[in-house]
Nanobody, 115 residues
Framework: QVQLVESGGGLVQPGGSLRLSCVAS????????MGWYRQAPEGQRELVAA???????NYADSVKGRFTISRDNEKTTVYLQMNSLKPEDTAVYYC?????????WGQGTQVTVSS
C-alpha cells in the first residue's frame, strides 16, 4: 500500500506560479513511476507529467516548457513546479504512484488560475 498526500494548490493569477507537493508513504520502495494528473470540471482526468525511478520524464504537450516534475533524493516527495499558468490549467490536480500491479491516487488539490 502507498499513501499519497498532495498540497500546494490555490488561486493564482494568469502568468503566475505554483508548486505542488506530493508526499508518499508506505511501500514506496516498489514505486516505479510517480506523476501528476489533472481533471477540469466536466473533463476527463489527463496526464500532466510523470517521472520514473530512472528519472525519465513525460509531459503533456500543453504544459511542456512551463511545468517541471521532480523528486527528492529519498524518493518520498514529488513536486510539480508550474510556471506561466493559464486559465486552462484550472483543475483538480492528483498525484499518482504506480507499482507493477497497482496504482495509487492522492485526494487531489485544487488549482485555480483566474484574474
Amino acid at each position: 500500500q502507498v499513501q499519497l498526500v498532495e498540497s500546494g494548490g490555490g488561486l493564482v493569477q494568469p502568468g503566475g506560479s505554483l508548486r505542488l507537493s506530493c508526499v508518499a508513504s508506505g511501500s514506496i520502495f516498489s514505486i516505479a513511476t510517480m506523476g501528476w494528473y489533472r481533471q477540469a470540471p466536466e473533463g476527463q482526468r489527463e496526464l500532466v507529467a510523470a517521472l520514473t525511478t530512472e528519472r525519465s520524464t513525460n509531459y503533456a504537450d500543453s504544459v511542456k516548457g512551463r511545468f517541471t516534475i521532480s523528486r527528492d533524493n529519498e524518493k518520498t516527495t514529488v513536486y510539480l513546479q508550474m510556471n506561466s499558468l493559464k486559465p486552462e490549467d484550472t483543475a483538480v490536480y492528483y498525484c499518482n504512484a504506480r507499482q507493477t500491479f497497482f496504482s495509487y491516487w492522492g485526494q487531489g488539490t485544487q488549482v485555480t488560475v483566474s484574474s
